[in-house]
Antibody, heavy 118, light 113 residues
Framework: EVQLVESGGGLVQPGGSLRFSCAAS????????MSWVRQAPGKGLEWVAS????????YYVDSVKGRFTISRDNAKNSLYLQMNIVRGEDTAVYYC???????????WGQGTLVTVSS | DIVMTQSPDSLAVSLGERATIICKSS????????????LAWYQQKPGQPPKLLFY???IRESGVPDRFSGSGSGTDFTLTISSLQAEDVAVYYC?????????FGQGTKVEIK
């Protein structure tokens, strides 16, 4: 069974940093593109970042470029998001999502809540 | 960036009736070299992550009931629930993956009338 389990979210002050992770199981992690998608409270979905199978390609939404870094460790079946210089508008549930081999995000984690507040 | 606009923002439909959601993209998401529309639909129930319903605009993901259908091409797309069931209450999102950044519509909330 495919599982994606996020951990490490929490409260962070504006301007601060936070790193959280997604543990993958039930599939060959190294075969898939992976992404982070966020959802602010009561709002819609926003794609944040994607990384290819070996980590050599990374893409970001403009609002996080230079502040967030997506990475992965295929030996540990884990995906990461390093958030720096966080802002209030970064407050959201962050979902780890697998891009299917065909198209679309076919598996999602339950999400981890990141709250940026002083 | 490609802007995805859904309509309506919400709709209330009687059980067993048809629900139709429109998604329009600010530019075509049809890739001419393979004639595929880079458009997906997701369903998100309260307190849950999104679930993939369709990709390539009309290809149903495994396990999705056939009362759901996706159609359209270019810039205009439709998600139809032919006979609304209670378990279909959710917010539905379209998403383009034609270009980066991938973008989602604002969502359409479907409720029971």
């Amino acid at each position: 069974e495919v599982q994606l389990v996020e951990s490490g979210g929490g409260l962070v002050q504006p301007g601060g940093s936070l790193r959280f992770s997604c543990a993958a199981s039930g599939f060959t992690f190294s075969n898939y593109w992976m992404s982070w998608v966020r959802q602010a409270p009561g709002k819609g979905l926003e794609w944040v970042a994607s990384i290819n199978q070996d980590g050599s390609e990374k893409y970001y939404v403009d609002s996080v470029k230079g502040r967030f870094t997506i990475s992965r460790d295929n030996a540990k079946n884990s995906l990461y998001l390093q958030m720096n210089i966080v802002r209030g508008e970064d407050t959201a549930v962050y979902y780890c999502a697998r891009r299917s081999l065909v198209a679309g995000f076919d598996y999602w984690g339950q999400g981890t809540l990141v709250t940026v507040s002083s | 960036d490609i802007v995805m606009t859904q309509s309506p923002d919400s709709l209330a439909v009687s059980l067993g009736e048809r629900a139709t959601i429109i998604c329009k993209s600010s530019q075509s998401v049809l890739y001419s070299s393979n004639n595929k529309n880079y458009l997906a639909w997701y369903q998100q129930k309260p307190g849950q992550p999104p679930k993939l319903l369709f990709y390539w605009a009309s290809i149903r993901e495994s396990g999705v009931p056939d009362r759901f259908s996706g159609s359209g091409s270019g810039t205009d797309f439709t998600l139809t629930i032919s006979s609304l069931q209670a378990e279909d209450v959710a917010v539905y999102y379209c998403q383009q993956y034609y270009s980066t950044p991938q973008t989602f519509g604002q969502g359409t909330k479907v409720e029971i009338k």
